[in-house]
């Protein structure tokens, strides 16, 4: 029982640590949004966060490696709570993605909405 409630601890850890980074990550684009950074400041940071995303996803890979070894030791509930993790893991990661190709998007934007007024107003 003692490995089952290292597991669950695990994932417990796993869920706050990606709270963390979502948290992070919304920080990050209101600092962006406000103009407190700049673009490359914004994607630079946002590389570093989506690596600890990855490291993230690949802990989780990895319990469900170990899961499987111990598969006649462990319930059913911790290896469906790992299959959980993991996809919430990836359903964020994607979003995360999504959400730094928009604001890209906007960044380009706004680059050449700037770029034409300032020609413009020549």
Same mark, same amino acid.
């Given at each position: 029982?003692?490995?089952?409630?290292?597991?669950?601890?695990?994932?417990k850890e796993s869920k706050e640590r990606?709270?963390?980074?979502?948290?992070?990550?919304?920080?990050?684009?209101?600092?962006?949004?406000? +103009?407190?950074i700049s673009r490359d400041e914004f994607l630079s940071?946002?590389?570093?966060l989506r690596e600890k995303l990855k490291a993230l996803a690949l802990a989780s890979e990895k319990l469900g490696e170990l899961l499987k070894r111990f598969s006649e030791e462990v319930?059913?509930?911790?290896?469906?709570?790992v299959e959980e993790l993991k996809k919430e893991?990836?359903?964020? +990661?994607?979003?995360?993605?999504e959400a730094a190709k928009k604001i890209g998007e906007e960044a380009r934007e706004e680059a050449a909405r700037r770029r034409e007024n300032k020609q413009n107003s020549r």
């Open positions: 029982m003692e490995k089952l409630a290292i597991i669950k601890e695990y994932i990606r709270a963390e980074i979502k948290s992070e990550i919304d920080s990050l684009v209101a600092e962006f949004r406000a +103009g407190k940071r946002m590389a570093v319930s059913e509930e911790v290896k469906r709570l893991n990836e359903d964020f +990661g994607k979003k995360v993605a």
